[in-house]
């Protein structure tokens, strides 16, 4: 899947790698969580094709399965996308009000609901958790926040937050805000 995201030799390639991915292991997350990826506007696709994915990609999903975090990436991807198109003053005021992710509460958190509600004894739990905590950061949602923070483990994962600069400077932001 990095290669066929990175350095596709067609344009179906990503599709057909994941298939064969499929075929072998349904959810296997890491795979499904690239193929989300390659569904972007920035890696060939689009933000339909991305929230498509994402959506249909937790449908039937038991409570507690790490793939429920495809709906916060793709919020992620659209935020980071917003951001790197836009002006200076424009995303100055997208901080500042955090209106994308106010926008994006309600969908997230059923999903986040979803999450919680399940056993975190996966192996990509910890990771899911501290996508949902990225999330929530952003939203400046303690709560929520907190909640997922908890379910994280003691250290960050270098992705996702390392799209916000280094990863344990933000994890530590994270962790006081929940705090507070």
């Known amino acids: 899947m990095p290669v066929a995201l990175g350095a596709p030799t067609h344009r179906d390639e990503a599709a057909e790698v994941y298939e064969e991915v499929v075929k072998r292991v349904p959810d296997l997350v890491n ?14 696709g689009s933000h339909e094709e991305m929230f498509a994915f994402a959506r249909a990609g937790v449908q039937g999903l038991p409570d507690g399965h790490p793939l429920l975090a495809l709906v916060p990436i793709a919020h992620l991807e659209m935020h980071l996308d917003k951001m790197a198109k836009s002006g200076k003053w424009a995303r100055k005021w997208e901080i500042a009000t955090l209106s994308y992710w106010k926008k994006q509460r309600a969908e997230v958190d059923a999903v986040s609901d979803r999450l919680l509600a399940g056993a975190a004894d996966q192996p990509y739990s910890l990771w899911a958790h501290q996508i949902f905590a990225m999330f929530y950061f952003q939203a400046e949602a303690k709560d929520r926040l907190a909640l997922h923070l908890a379910q994280s483990g003691q250290r960050a994962a270098r992705w996702p937050w390392a799209y916000l600069g280094d990863p344990n400077k933000r994890f530590a932001a994270a962790q006081q805000m929940a705090r507070s």
């Open 31 to 44: 795979a499904t969580w690239r193929r989300l990826q390659t569904k972007t506007a920035k890696w060939h």
